[in-house]
């Protein structure tokens, strides 16, 4: 294990909706002003800006934009609706290149009036779909594998193996895969799927929080780093182990967080990160 520590924040960065109340100007200020150095971009917080702009905004306040969340969900019994979605998807990629993000996170999707087997294989049709895109506007696309839970609607991709198994199919320099501890902490094959996609050259994103116990909601109850069950140090040294040193991304979605000061609450974050990731 590595037993380097980790006190500094250069290679922290904080999706924006972790702090979902501010605005993205305000998460820009409040960030830079504390040293956090990267911003991963959700749709929702670009919404009636200029999105060159924003991403003008963002650097001037010393933050790379490390991606923009999300596209995907690709699957639909509906060929019309598979149609619409790799058109969202375009529309994706072309807001990643106007952020000035080169990283666009699939979020793959799943239709539960068919089987995962069919949704996997609609999900790698529509990434083959827009690779040309990806390769014209210079974004990378990271297939992020969700945890089983979410299998009925949100991502037939459960496991890292089956995120590298899709990323080395579709075997392109613009797919890689998103490794995110929520998702795939509990898996017994973790340490080696995240040296494999390191071998591969797969491994684009690493995203941390930690699964709180009892966790009270499915969707919006994640925890800081320390709170919960998710070895996250260890994780992140299997992470580091292939050599990747990209940023260390903080994505908490928490009802529980969202109500509290967002200041004290981005102190909390730091500290977190510092003892215990
Ligand atoms: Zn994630």
């Known amino acids: 294990m590595n037993t380097k520590e980790h006190k500094d924040l250069s290679q922290l960065c904080i999706h924006s909706i972790t702090t979902k109340p501010w605005k993205i100007e ?85 239709d539960p009036s068919q089987s995962l087997e069919e949704s996997r294989k609609q999900i790698r049709d529509g990434i083959a779909a827009i690779i040309p895109d990806a390769s014209a506007a210079n974004v990378k696309l990271t297939i992020e594998p969700l945890h089983p839970m979410y299998a009925d609607t949100r991502s037939a991709i459960n496991t890292l193996a089956q995120a590298n198994d899709m990323a080395e199919a579709l075997n392109s320099p613009w797919v ?39 966790t009270t909601d499915m969707l919006l109850d994640r925890g800081l780093m320390g709170e919960g069950c998710i070895p996250v140090k260890q994780i992140r040294s299997w992470v580091e182990a292939t050599g990747f040193t990209g940023f260390n991304e903080v994505e908490i979605f928490s009802n529980a967080y969202w109500k509290e000061n967002q200041a004290d609450f981005l102190q909390k974050i730091i500290k977190a990160y510092k003892e215990h990731s």
Not at 90 to 104: D, F, H, V, Y
Not at 183 to 205: S, T, V
Request: with cysteine; aromatic share 8%.
């Open 176 to 214: 890689g895969v998103a490794v995110d501890v929520y998702h795939l902490w509990w898996d017994p094959f973790l340490e080696k799927e995240i040296k494999r996609c390191g071998e591969n050259g797969n491994l684009m994103a690493f995203h941390i929080c930690d699964w709180k116990i009892p």
């Open 26 to 110: 305000e998460a820009a200020k409040n960030f830079s002003e504390v040293g956090v150095r990267g911003v991963t971009v959700w749709r929702d917080a670009l919404e009636g800006r200029n999105i060159k702009q924003t991403g003008k905004m963002l650097r001037e306040h010393d933050l790379t934009v490390v991606s923009l969340c999300r596209g995907g969900f690709f699957p639909h019994k509906d060929v019309s609706k598979r149609r619409s979605a790799i058109d969202d998807n375009r529309k994706a990629i072309e807001e990643a290149a106007e952020l000035g993000t080169s990283m666009l996170v699939l979020v793959c999707g799943a």
